[in-house]
């Protein structure tokens, strides 16, 4: 599905994949994520490779959000926000008040604060987005002292159950965490004005090879948006 791909990440940055359906986008995410393993090649995460890191150490540095989510049993929005601490968290052991404080501030950074009480199943798509976001900022939370290591979150395609108001939404928070926190984005999405709004770096994804990559501005022409999507689009 991939071939001779090439993705560097530095802390702090935001980087946006794009690329039609069945480009490998979500594929390129799980590899990343340590959820696929690739054939040839190494990823790594800092200067580990992650074949050599446990999946608990790896899930307090790196999170990801699917696409859709899909919870079998009826939690309620802050056990689903809480499940984030679970690598933090010994055999057996249960989530204490510290655990609970971070998860509800990040369901009031989501602003979902409010739905805490709510079965998540009956949440619309763009809510449910939003507190399995929460969920990830609260996996990345370091349970003691905070380290100066940028952690990693991956998004698939997270405006997809989006209303227009949400999406905005979205992208405001995406950018405060660039302001109060040290994470590292990694974005797949068809949004073009989305991936502009919070990206600084493009990969730009084509039958499973680098079409091309690069600053957000030099990579969005139109162009380049022919060539990747075979459809005359005005930028």
Known sequence: ???????????????????????????????????????????????????????????????????????????SVLEVALMGRHPHLGALAIEGPDDINLAISALKLTRTNHLSNRSFSTLSGGEKQRVIIASALTQLVAQTVPTNKSSVLLLDEPTTSLDLSSQVEL??????????????????????????????????????????????HSMLTTANMRNLYNADIEI
């Not at 965490?177 to 709004?197: E, K, M, P, R, Y």
Request: aromatic share 4%; proline share 3%; glycine share 10%.
């Open 1 to 75: 599905i991939l071939r001779d791909v090439t993705l560097s990440a530095s802390p702090g940055q935001r980087i946006g994949i794009l690329g039609p359906n069945g480009a490998g986008k979500t594929t390129l995410l799980r590899v990343l994520a340590g959820l696929v393993t690739p054939n040839r090649g190494t990823v790594q995460l800092g200067t580990t490779d992650l074949r050599n890191l446990k999946r608990g150490s790896i899930a307090k540095q790196l999170a990801m959000v699917p696409q859709e989510t899909s919870i079998e049993f009826d939690y």
């Open 171 to 216: 992208l405001t928070l995406l950018r405060t965490l660039q302001v109060q926190s040290n994470h590292t984005l990694i974005i797949s999405t068809h949004d073009l004005n989305f991936a502009i709004g919070i990206c600084d770096y493009l990969v730009l994804l084509r039958e499973g090879t680098v079409m091309a990559s690069g600053s957000a």
